[in-house]
């Protein structure tokens, strides 16, 4: 089974974008993915703003792939034409004000769906699993994987979330997992990401209730590991990046030894994803406009959001 879904296959309606390179340590791939490497941090920066909707469309996961492709022939190792720089962390965050990302891009789902377009779910599917397990295997780098939340977190945006060995959320930050409430469940690494931090029961908890989590709910449940004062989340890297400076390579040690213990392999998500595949495809009528009245709300937040 190939278990890396061929770029062309993520958006056969738009061309494909080359990868944009700007001087110095700043790379943009396209006006929905940027990112920056910060030399005082030895950290990767990234940042999203997808449109129409704050959630992950074709294109978007196309230009995370590029980007993660990057990541992995860098070597870990930056250049700025006359000093090499260590890539010791690799950062995820939003750059849409008040959301992180709301997941997946359920009109796509409702096209694919009411086409019956197997092929189509599951091309989507496993092109969101194949970039979540390279930040959850940190790159095949010595590098320690942060996601910051700032905002609403639901869905895949909070499966992308629990890919990364630290979540730092800003205390206004919302978390869940909205699938239950149409019939479906979240099928791209959320039961194992989940299974893995809190074990099978709460796990299951959070993912059948279909509430919306604070921040510090979160963290008490141990999913999540800091909440700071909304604004503070740069801050609150950087403090952890200092803070581990001097231990920073056995707290990496001990975050692979846990991927060891806890193997999550690529396999299991794919073979997860299928079963999404087959639940969205039994879903009704009735289901099928819950999930358009969620992409109205995703419509919604995401013209708001641009408003301020």
């Known amino acids: ?16 974008l080359a990868r944009q390179l700007t001087p110095g340590f700043e790379y943009s791939f396209s006006e929905q993915l940027h990112a920056r490497f910060d030399p005082a941090q030895n950290a990767m920066w990234s940042r999203w703003s997808p449109t129409p909707r704050p959630c992950f469309n074709p294109g978007l996961l196309r230009d995370i792939r590029a980007y993660y492709d990057m990541l992995t022939q860098t070597h870990g190792v930056v250049s700025d034409g006359a000093d090499e720089h260590p890539i010791e962390y ?9 959301v992180f990302n709301l997941g997946g891009d359920l009109d796509l789902f409702r096209g694919l769906i009411d086409n019956r377009d197997r092929a189509g779910m599951s091309i989507y599917g496993r092109a969101c699993v194949d970039v979540l397990y390279r930040n959850y295997i940190a790159h095949e780098l010595a590098a320690t ?54 074990g099978e029961k709460r796990g299951e908890e959070i993912l059948t209730s279909g509430r919306i989590y604070s921040a510090e709910e979160m963290r008490d449940l141990g999913v999540i590991d800091r909440v700071v004062d909304d604004g503070q989340g740069e801050t609150e890297v ?27 392999e690529l396999a299991e998500l794919v073979d997860i994803v299928e079963i999404w595949v087959d639940c969205a495809l039994r879903l009704n009528t009735r289901d099928l406009k819950l999930m358009q009245r969620l992409v109205s709300r995703q419509s919604g937040l995401a013209e708001s959001q641009q408003m301020h």
């Open 1 to 16: 089974m190939d278990m890396n879904v061929p770029l062309q296959l993520l958006e056969a309606r738009e061309s494909a």
């Open 90 to 98: 690799v950062v995820l965050a939003s750059a849409m004000p008040g």
């Open 145 to 198: 994987t942060i996601s910051l939340v700032q905002g609403e977190c639901l869905g895949g945006g909070f499966e992308a979330a629990l890919s990364s060995d630290v979540i730092i959320a800003e205390r206004s930050a919302r978390f869940g997992f909205p699938e239950i409430l149409f019939n479906l469940f979240p099928g791209m690494g959320a039961y194992s990401f989940l299974y893995r931090r809190v």
């Open 238 to 264: 950087a403090a952890l990046i200092k803070q581990r400076s001097r231990m920073r390579n056995g707290l990496y040690g001990i975050a692979a030894a846990r991927r060891r213990v806890q193997k999550i």
